[in-house]
């Protein structure tokens, strides 16, 4: 063996120990500015993104392949990672009702038009709430230029929340108990049911891989909501990093009935590392850049070629994906994940509307000229 090559593995073995090195002192500086809390839910956003990246866990992808070549096994995987989180989470919810809370909305035209909206413009850009942060992290180009402006839909979505829930809604309906989890339980077996029916032969097997990344993605959900109190979500932290910068630079969100909730203000105040939202999605950031840096030294990505087009509707969709899920309470984590595994049925009317919704987004792909990124 040459010098040079002996020395190739020692730089990179050097460069994946500074990886670490510098995931483990964010989480040390968080912990030391803000507290124990918040250094925990950027480790438990760490390992979110590592599980996404590393072992291929997705949303918007998972429902692509079902709808164009029924395949059901992403699908499914998400199903038992949420049936995994509703086993323990209902007893929790249950016996922990003063420090702990689901993720509860009520089910309105502006939710299941949101969710709808957003399931077409998440097949658009390949990517979800945790998706395109996922994405982003790992340098892809289309993602980094969805996020920014999925962040300022969030933010004027939220501004327009009240006029949308004006519409009309039902009460927050919520499954509770033994009863509510067998109910969920069900619910998720039958859509799995479905699911393998449907399938396409020779594909009704879950790979070992996402068996294992359900299970631990189930895991960090349960550890977010044990530090958080609350379930994991991703919509929320976006539109507040705009709100924050709207702030700065002068703006005066008094007359926002969203933003100048007392919560809402507050946090709009404080430091970005005390949000909890925020700190998550930095973490799943910050884990895609791990496993990429990991595996390729860095994160270049060529740009694609793709038409004026298909950037115009990246920017669009990337509007739409912030706006529609501030609409829908949540994105595929926030309602569809978190909110039927912690028994709101808004969860249940997410997934269909934003399933249907995902119909729809496959076939814009080719007429957006985004096909080439299949």
């Known amino acids: 063996m040459t010098a040079m090559t002996a020395a190739a593995p020692a730089g990179v073995g050097a460069k994946r120990g500074l990886l670490v090195l510098g995931a483990l002192g964010a989480v040390v500086a968080v912990t030391l500015t803000a507290g124990v809390r918040y250094g925990l839910l950027l480790a438990i956003?760490?390992?979110?993104?590592?599980?996404?990246?590393?072992?291929r866990f997705g949303f918007a992808g998972p429902w692509r392949a079902m709808i164009l070549r029924r395949e059901p096994a992403g699908l499914l995987a998400q199903l038992l990672a949420i049936a995994l989180v509703a086993?323990?989470?209902?007893?929790?919810l249950s016996t922990h009702g003063a420090e702990l809370s689901g993720a509860q909305a009520p089910i309105g035209f502006a939710m299941v038009g949101g969710a709808f909206v957003?399931?077409?413009?998440?097949?658009?850009?390949?990517?979800?709430?945790?998706?395109?942060?996922?994405?982003?992290?790992s340098g892809n180009p289309v993602s980094l230029l969805a996020l920014p402006f999925f962040c300022i839909g969030s933010f004027f979505g939220a501004l327009n929340?009240?006029?949308?829930?004006?519409?009309?809604?039902?009460?927050?309906?919520?499954?509770?108990?033994?009863?509510?989890?067998?109910?969920t339980l069900g619910l998720l077996a039958?859509?799995?049911?479905?699911?393998?029916?449907?399938?396409?032969?020779?594909?009704?097997?879950?790979?070992?891989r996402l068996i294992v990344a359900a299970a631990l993605l189930a895991a960090l959900a349960l550890a977010n909501l044990v530090v958080a109190g609350q379930p994991w979500g991703v919509v929320y932290g976006l539109g507040l990093w705009v709100a924050k910068g709207a702030t700065a630079l002068g703006a005066d969100l008094s007359g926002s009935a969203f933003w100048s909730a007392p919560g809402n203000a507050a946090r709009v105040g404080q430091s970005v590392l005390t949000d909890i939202t925020s700190l998550t999605n930095f973490g799943i950031i910050g884990g895609a850049f791990l496993i990429v840096a990991w595996k390729r030294g860095g994160l270049s990505q060529p740009l694609p070629k793709l038409p004026a087009r298909a950037w115009i509707a990246t920017v669009v969709a990337g509007l739409l994906l912030?706006?529609?899920?501030?609409?829908?309470?949540?994105?595929?984590?926030?309602?569809?994940?978190?909110?039927?595994?912690t028994g709101s049925l808004h969860g249940w009317a997410w997934f269909v509307a934003g399933f249907a919704g995902s119909l729809v987004g496959v076939r814009l792909r080719p007429l957006l000229g985004l096909e080439g990124r299949a």
């Open 87 to 92: 086993i323990v989470a209902f007893p929790m």
């Open 190 to 208: 039958l859509v799995a049911v479905v699911a393998l029916a449907i399938a396409a032969p020779g594909t009704r097997r879950i790979p070992a």
């Open 118 to 137: 957003f399931g077409a413009a998440m097949q658009i850009v390949l990517g979800c709430g945790s998706g395109t942060l996922v994405n982003a992290g």
């Open 45 to 55: 956003g760490l390992g979110i993104g590592l599980v996404l990246e590393g072992l």
């Open 161 to 183: 929340l009240v006029w949308w829930t004006d519409l009309g809604s039902l009460p927050i309906l919520v499954l509770h108990g033994t009863t509510g989890l067998a109910v």
């Open 322 to 341: 912030g706006y529609s899920s501030r609409l829908a309470f949540g994105c595929n984590v926030g309602a569809f994940f978190s909110g039927i595994s």
